[in-house]
């Protein structure tokens, strides 16, 4: 299975990462983490996003705050999915770097996630790779399914907790 490439902008931004992690795991799908700042080290992040499809991987998530050009500049550099999660930073709600990060020019597209919407990143990245595994397709049915199961359960409850 090849893997997902979650990279930050600076580690001020692994507390969001961090839960694209958690359901990575969930779903068993293998991943690997940097920190590759966009402005900071310009050249590393340009390297890694080109050499990303040959190094085995097949969706980037970019997380990132304030100017949060980092899934733009690892789209500008790569043909593989990328994913942005506009990160809040101290001084700002995240709405500068959710602008940032969505606004792409036409013909590099990143795929963007709600501010901190670090979870749905990893869904997405895991729909995208199930397009062509079958195990993948199946966990993330079942997982859709025990979420609607639950939903249902609490509806249940609640009509019956205020039934007349």
Do not use: W
Request: net charge negative.
């Amino acid at each position: 299975m090849k893997k997902v490439g979650i990279v930050m902008g600076s580690r001020s931004d692994l507390p969001i990462a961090e839960k694209a992690v958690g359901v990575l795991k969930e779903y068993g799908v293998p991943f690997e983490m940097r920190i590759l700042s966009a402005h900071r080290c310009p050249t590393e992040a340009k390297q890694f996003a080109e050499e990303a499809r040959g190094g085995g991987f097949s969706v980037l998530i970019a997380a990132a705050g304030m100017a949060a050009h980092l899934a733009g500049a690892l789209a500008a550099n790569t043909t593989l999915p990328v994913i942005g999660i506009p990160c809040r930073s101290s001084g700002s709600d995240g709405t500068d770097a959710l602008l940032s990060t969505v606004m792409m020019p036409s013909g590099i597209p990143v795929a963007t996630v709600a501010i901190d919407g670090a979870k749905n990143a990893a869904l997405l990245a895991v729909q995208i790779m199930a397009v062509e595994d079958a195990d993948l397709a199946e966990k993330l049915e079942k997982a859709r399914e025990a979420g609607r199961q639950n939903v249902l359960a609490a509806d249940e409850e609640i009509r019956n907790r205020f039934a007349e």
